[in-house]
């Protein structure tokens, strides 16, 4: 059996900034509350491949692997994978952008399958993997909000 998730947040902010900020790897230990770090191994053709690296779990294991992003501007979506797999088989995640009344609609969703004898299993995850996202988007909303905030001429 495999993992699935479908979890989507609207940010009262425009698109453009939205994109920005949520695209911007560098940038994202400032974003998400779990990274500790992210480095661009490369970018070729649009993609990039980097290795994000977490704050150390309850257990003090530091997670760290290498994905590769394909942001689509023009089509308003983001395919992802990991290629350092680690205890996953595979981890695919696709973000979709949409302009709604308020703001945008940014929705993640992750497939993936865990290798047996993982940690925790495809349920597990799929939990945790709920939870934490819900907790990230809050506060990509609420950073990326305030950004906008910022930018409104007075």
């Known amino acids: ?10 940010i009262n902010a425009p698109f453009e900034l939205v994109w920005d900020m949520t695209n911007d790897v560098p940038g994202w230990p400032k974003l998400f509350s779990e990274y500790a770090s992210t480095e661009v191994l490369s970018e070729k053709d649009g993609a990039v491949l ?21 942001p689509d501007l023009a089509d308003r979506v983001v395919r992802a994978r990991r290629i350092e797999t680690g205890a996953f088989k595979y981890m695919n995640l696709f973000w979709e952008y949409t302009e ?16 047996a004898g ?13 939870r ?5 988007q809050a506060r990509i909303k ?13």
Not at 50 to 62: A, E
Not at 100 to 115: K, S
Not at 142 to 154: C, D, F, K, L, Y
């Open 50 to 70: 980097f290795r994000l690296t977490m704050h150390p779990d309850p257990q003090g294991r530091v997670w760290s692997w290498v994905s590769e992003r394909v």
């Open 142 to 154: 609420e950073i990326v909000e305030a950004a906008a905030a910022e930018r409104v001429p007075s």
């Open 132 to 136: 934490a996202t819900r907790e990230q």
């Open 118 to 130: 993982a940690h925790t299993d495809d349920e597990g995850m799929t939990a945790h993997l709920n």
């Open 1 to 10: 059996m495999a993992g699935h998730t479908d979890n989507a947040v609207v």
């Open 100 to 115: 709604v009344d308020g703001g945008v609609r940014m929705r993640w969703v992750q497939d993936f399958e865990l290798r």
